[in-house]
């Protein structure tokens, strides 16, 4: 694997997962609220700062490796780039209302509820696009154009993006220590996987160049495991543990490289082709070390404040039952 890819991938990985968790509590607000918020509220209003500048630090880094297709994949994906832009800035401004600005007609669990819609459209945008690069789904080339029929009719993309909202929603109870949904988190946790499984399958069958490699097991495995160290009381407080959950995430994402390296869009581009040359890569590889091992230390202090804060909120609330 060429270090430049693997490197920004890595990035990629470990933004996704804290995007994950965050869109993990968003779907909780929406659905689970009074019985969520006390457990979500405390992770995801020290960490969303950060999940932006990850974000924005996976832009920057991309703009780097791959300086000669991002013009052409921003023609490509205008439209989902600009729901992507709107998402966003949505789910910026209503938690920062939902948190710091007093509120007249709106409760707290409106804003919430606004900002869980953006960070949700979020998501799904990005596991849409996602698809797409693998699959090359709704990408017309000659016209520099997505089109969502293409891509809906494309062979596994929408079997896919079900099977990680399903996936994302039976994992929220397990970030989030939600004990008393153990068993809608194990159904839908394995749901979930099985969609997932099925999507990669359906797609390797249908487009042979989106190879099946070994090195997804490693993603099958975590997502098996995690629901039954969740479901046991001797290991749920392990995976319970914000720390582990991301670790784990980060590394059953990263075997996703194996669907779009050494060639992305259905097996139809080279990712070779579009890197940047070599006397670029050695100043990428350190620049990009040194920015992520700061937002890694970063990652860790944040998650710290989130666990005080949720055994503060705790401390309260058993003072206040007094």
């Not at 494309?154 to 939600?178: E, H, N, R």
């Amino acid at each position: 694997m060429n270090s430049v890819f693997g490197l920004n991938f890595l990035i990629m990985s470990i933004m996704l997962a804290l995007f994950i968790t965050e869109s993990m509590g968003a779907m909780l607000f929406l659905f689970h609220y009074h019985g969520a918020k006390g457990k979500v509220s405390p992770y995801v209003i020290p960490i969303w700062e950060l999940t932006g500048t990850f974000i924005a630090f996976w832009v920057v880094t991309s703009d780097f490796a791959y300086p000669s297709i991002l013009i052409p994949a921003a023609y490509i994906y205008a439209v989902p780039l600009l729901l992507l832009l709107i998402a966003f800035i949505g789910r910026n401004a209503f938690i920062i209302f939902g948190e710091f600005i007093r509120k007249s007609r709106l409760s707290d669990r409106s804003m919430y509820s606004i900002f869980s819609v953006f960070e949700c459209l979020f998501c799904l945008v990005f596991v849409i696009f996602a698809s797409s690069v693998v699959t090359g789904g709704g990408v017309v080339l000659a016209k520099l154009a997505f089109n969502a029929g293409r891509w809906a009719s494309a062979p596994g993309d929408v079997l896919f993006v079900i099977g990680a909202v399903i996936l994302m929603y039976g994992f929220s109870f397990i970030f989030y220590g939600l004990e008393n949904y153990m068993k809608i988190s194990l159904v839908a946790s394995y749901l979930g996987v099985i969609l997932e499984l099925g999507a990669l399958i359906w797609i390797h069958a249908s487009i042979s160049a989106v190879p099946f490699s070994p090195v997804l097991a490693v993603t099958i495995i975590i997502g098996l495991i995690a629901p039954i160290l969740f479901y046991y009381r001797p290991t749920r407080k392990i995976i319970e543990n914000k720390i582990v959950f991301l670790t784990l995430l980060t590394i059953s994402i990263f075997p996703f490289y194996s669907l779009v390296y050494p060639k992305f869009f259905g097996g139809t581009l080279p990712v070779s082709d579009f890197l940047t040359n070599t006397a670029m890569s050695v100043a990428y590889f350190y620049i990009t070390l040194g920015g992520g091992i700061l937002l890694i230390l970063m990652l860790i202090y944040m998650v710290y404040v989130a666990n005080n804060f949720a055994k503060m909120q705790a401390g309260s609330a058993a003072k206040a039952e007094r």
